[in-house]
């Protein structure tokens, strides 16, 4: 038995799978107050009359860590950051105290200005002042050599040594990409929210031990794979949004496909965007982006609008207006403004009060001198019109992107979605609509409310590393493992493959992966000649390589039924 | 991508395109033009083309590669603007340390495109050209400027001239487009160069030439410089904060240039503005009188080993900058023939080129024919 919980905004689901049907489903909306206890009582709903004993994993995405950015209740962080030359940096100032300090590290790992400690020693005493609760460490091109940022964290635990043991990201542990101020504020937010993790890790521990279930627990990324709960631990930062890669992942599970399409989860307030090409999602290219910061978190591509079955409708200058704000429950549901939900329910779409539903369509056809069914067909008509003209947005944005490699350019794919597949309240009533606004075969599974908690329960671990081979230096890096070592002068691009599969695998397995999850894959490679003066002096080889987000399986789910 | 017109617009390549051009010269002009066009299209205000490979000494005539350029990078790009937006006055200011000689050659008898170039002098560095007297064809004379510096010239030197010469001159130009010809090679760690420039020069040029567009040219200190200068022109042109931009070991006592040099320099700056000023008077001097001016020159491609001995003979026209020939031959066996009409020909220059063509010697191994007017282009 697969159980996978995944919390949203609004409601909490649930689903238990056992040998690849889904047996049980759960719907109940989210306590914001008391996050675990929501989970907990799920949890014990989920799992009445069965056996707990034969849980083999258990599946959960959460949003602790954006709950606690988004209330702001998070730690204050102190920052170290080394910027060398270059651009001014006061706009990495992201932490509650940040401290500049001299030293530089060049772009392929030369110490050209070494660390003086007495500047962190300085600072520490700010620190102090201010009582900081956590620290991160930057310093740029840290993947390349991240001696200083390790030197500095040694510092820093001496300072605070009378505590238990600080809190402190370093940078290079963060993603194998450059991307200075990115890595910046990642280290940051992983600081910030490293507390709050850490007590609910604490508690599902505990709950669990209570409980007698000893299925290890995996936690939701936002790239749509999972990692244990040590793991999540260590890198907090990875779990925020992962709520949009629980749906992807339902959307893959229940409809599978290796054509171009569209993926569309149609919620109460909002509806998210994906993309699939050749079946493969579309990342972000350098990271997703949180709060106000832009970071390396490796994420799925979305695009989400303010329009779902809960949005606000208005009428302005007989124009129809929906969303994209979500306030309160449909008038037919007792709440204050008509939404697209009303014009469901008295179309005899969807269950609920049709008198009332009948009474909003009436108050909005008013205004536009028509008649409550034509007022409420218009709406789902407009309905599918925005999402129409947002995906065609998108579209021609990713498809028109800056090419970075002679690769992309000269065969550079263009999406050209062949289906939509959607999920989400409303997805059975807009399918035809959407079937017919986009001349596209449309499909919803027959789980579709809970789809994305079966993408929750189904996602498996995966992992990415960055692999960096100098062979003139003679040394080979790769940052997200900690691993700095050397190799001979005549290591070559085959075994850096090699080399990157072999630890990619490794990796995961320490994220918890088993043996047959290990579908590894290289991702981007290239090798180049370095020169110095008039000679080469040896090869700059980069390789990278993932363990492809996938699904433990695949659930064939009715179509359109 | 650039395509094999584009490439036609501006060269007689010999044989033809295809066998001379590889596609990463199409990529890298086509990038050059996407940038150019992303400056016309207002979307961007600047832009910097950081593309390889470059191209300013590629002449008119290609017969392989010179100094690591087969086709002109800009002007590829400035042609095929000029195509699609209509005329333009631009100015292309050459800061690489070699002599852009295949720019010159370009645009020697275009009064539309004020070409600058400050380079080391080519008595002392490849390709041994870009020396004041180089001064334009008859059709833009004054309007090819060449200020050649001495080894060793700083931060000092060259922003002495950018003040002094440059400004003054482009101030006076009025052009509507300004392109930096964006070398990297005066750097003080460069290989293969003898100047003492900076990063933080680099910028502070950028800062005060304020181009629209600038183009990658060379640049061989790979680790020590590149990064740095990179950074500062591209901060420079966005009109962000440099300041922070060294290199390691950046010193600048230790870099700052000698007295002598200063003086020099500023003799060179002298006698450059000074001619530009009395432009008129020295052609009438120099070129008023005669129906033709013709010019004699032999080039090396250094690359590819190659001699080339050619003559190009420029009409003297009152009405455009009139209709010129190359007679072109190298040591691989070719004998060519090239005859350009340029934009602003009159009917009896488009006339005579076509005549030209139609009666070409049939000792040639091949005839060209460049109808800018109309944008056509013909071989046999």
């Not at chain 1, 889904?22 to 989210?30: A, D, S, W």
């Not at chain 2, 420039?197 to 680099?202: C, D, H, L, S, V």
Request: charged share 25%; net charge neutral.
């Amino acid at each position: 038995m697969i159980v996978g919980i995944d919390m949203g905004g609004t409601n909490i689901d649930g689903v238990v799978i056992d040998e690849g049907k889904i047996i049980k489903t759960i719907k109940r909306p989210t306590d914001r107050n008391d996050l675990l206890g929501t989970i907990w009582t799920t949890f014990k709903d989920l799992l009445t009359g069965y056996d707990k004993t034969k849980i083999k994993r258990i599946n959960l995405s959460t949003t602790i860590c954006t709950n606690a950015i988004v209330e702001g209740k998070t730690s204050s962080v102190g920052m170290i950051i080394e910027p060398g030359p270059g651009m001014p940096y006061d706009f990495l100032a992201c932490g509650e105290k940040n401290l500049f300090i001299s030293g530089y590290i060049d772009h392929r790992g030369n110490i050209v200005k070494d660390l003086n400690i007495a500047e962190i020693k300085d600072g520490c005493k700010l620190f102090k002042e201010k009582d900081i609760e956590a620290f991160a460490v930057v310093s740029k091109f840290s993947t390349r050599n991240p001696e200083h940022e390790r030197r500095i964290k040694e510092a820093l635990e001496k300072e605070f040594s009378q505590d238990e043991t600080p809190i402190i990201t370093m940078g290079h542990t963060m993603s194998g990409k450059l991307n200075f101020p990115r890595r910046v504020y990642t280290s940051y937010l992983n600081s910030a929210v490293y507390k709050s993790f850490k007590e609910f890790a604490i508690n599902i521990k505990s709950s669990m031990e209570r409980e007698g279930i000893q299925a290890p627990v995996f936690i939701l990324k936002a790239d749509g794979g999972t990692m244990n709960l040590d793991k999540a631990e260590e890198k907090p930062v990875e779990t925020i949004l992962s709520g949009p890669a629980a749906s992807f992942m339902g959307i893959s599970a229940l409809l599978p496909t290796e054509e171009d399409a569209v993926l569309l989860d149609i919620g109460g307030t909002t509806t998210d965007i994906f993309f699939l090409a050749d079946g493969v999602p579309l990342f972000e290219p350098l990271g997703i982006k949180i709060d106000k910061y832009k970071t390396l978190v490796r994420a799925i591509y979305t695009s989400s609008i303010g329009l779902g079955g809960d949005s606000a409708i208005s009428i302005e200058n007989k124009n129809i207006k929906i969303g994209p704000k979500r306030e309160g429950k449909p008038y037919g549901l007792g709440g204050p403004k008509p939404t697209p939900t009303d014009a469901m329910i008295f179309l005899g779409l969807m269950d609920g009060d049709k008198e009332r539903a009948q009474k909003a369509m009436t108050l909005l056809g008013e205004k536009m001198n028509m008649e409550p069914k034509k007022m409420a067909k218009l709406i789902l008509a407009k309905m599918g019109d925005m999402i129409k003209s947002k995906v065609d947005t998108i579209l021609g944005e990713i498809n028109s992107k800056p090419v970075y490699t002679i690769k992309e350019l000269l065969y550079g794919k263009k999406i050209e979605p062949k289906m939509i597949n959607l999920i989400g309240g409303p997805a059975k009533i807009l399918a035809p609509i959407l079937e017919e606004r986009f001349k596209l075969p449309t499909h919803y599974p027959a789980n579709y409310e809970v789809a994305n908690a079966v993408g929750a329960a189904l996602a498996r671990p995966t992992t990415e590393i960055t692999l960096h081979a100098d062979t003139s230096k003679g040394r080979l890096s790769v940052p997200e493992l900690e691993l700095y070592e050397k190799i001979s002068s005549r290591f070559t691009l085959n075994q850096a493959r090699e080399k990157a599969l072999e630890l990619v695998k490794e990796s995961a397995k320490n994220l918890g992966a088993t043996e047959e999850e290990l579908d590894a894959e290289i991702t981007e490679e290239s090798s180049f000649n370095m020169v110095r003066g008039f000679y080469t002096t040896g090869k700059d080889i980069r390789v990278k390589a993932q363990i492809k987000p996938g699904l433990i399986h695949q659930i064939r789910s009715d179509k359109n039924a | 991508m650039a395509d094999e017109r584009d490439v036609e617009r501006v060269h007689f390549c010999v044989p033809d395109v295809k066998s001379r051009v590889t596609q990463s010269h199409l990529i890298s002009a086509g990038g050059a033009i996407r940038a150019f066009k992303a400056v016309m299209n207002k979307k961007v205000e600047k832009a910097f083309a950081l593309i390889r490979p470059p191209g300013h000494h590629a002449q008119r005539v290609v017969y392989g590669d010179r100094g690591f350029c087969i086709i002109n990078i800009e002007a590829v790009m400035l042609e095929r603007i000029r195509q699609e937006y209509g005329d333009l006055r631009v100015a292309i200011v050459d800061t690489d340390c070699h002599h852009g000689d295949g720019t010159q050659d370009i645009y020697w008898n275009d009064k539309d495109t004020l070409f600058i170039s400050f380079h080391q002098d080519g008595r002392t560095l490849y390709p041994g050209t870009g020396f004041i007297d180089e001064f334009g064809g008859p059709g833009a004379y004054g309007y090819n400027i060449n200020i050649p510096l001495p080894p060793a010239t700083g931060e000092e030197g060259f922003l002495y001239v950018l003040d002094n010469v440059v400004l003054p001159i482009l101030d006076e130009y009025k052009p509507d487009i300004i392109i930096n010809s964006a070398g990297q090679d005066n750097h003080y760690t460069d290989p293969i160069t003898h100047m003492n420039f900076t990063a933080q020069g680099y910028a502070e040029l950028n800062k005060r030439l304020n181009p629209n567009i600038a183009v990658l040219e060379g640049g061989y200190s790979i680790e020590g410089a590149l990064p740095y200068i990179n950074l500062g022109i591209i901060l420079a042109m966005a009109g962000i904060d440099y300041s922070k931009v060294h290199e390691p070991g950046y010193d600048r006592e230790k870099l700052k240039q000698s007295r002598d040099i200063t003086e020099y320099v500023k003799k060179v700056a002298e006698i450059v503005y000074n001619r530009w000023k009395d432009r008129d008077n020295l052609y009438i001097k120099d070129i008023r009188g005669k129906d033709y001016v013709q010019r004699q020159r032999q080039v090396y491609y250094d690359t590819d080993n190659i001699m080339e001995y050619q003559t190009q003979n420029f009409k003297v026209c009152k009405k455009c900058s009139g209709v010129n020939t190359i007679d072109s031959r190298s040591d691989t066996g070719y004998h060519i023939f090239g005859i350009t009409i340029p934009r602003d020909a009159c009917s009896s220059c488009i006339d005579e080129g076509y005549r030209l063509y139609k009666y070409a010697l049939n000792k040639y191994t091949s005839v060209y024919l460049q109808d800018r007017v109309n944008d056509k282009y013909l071989a046999k």
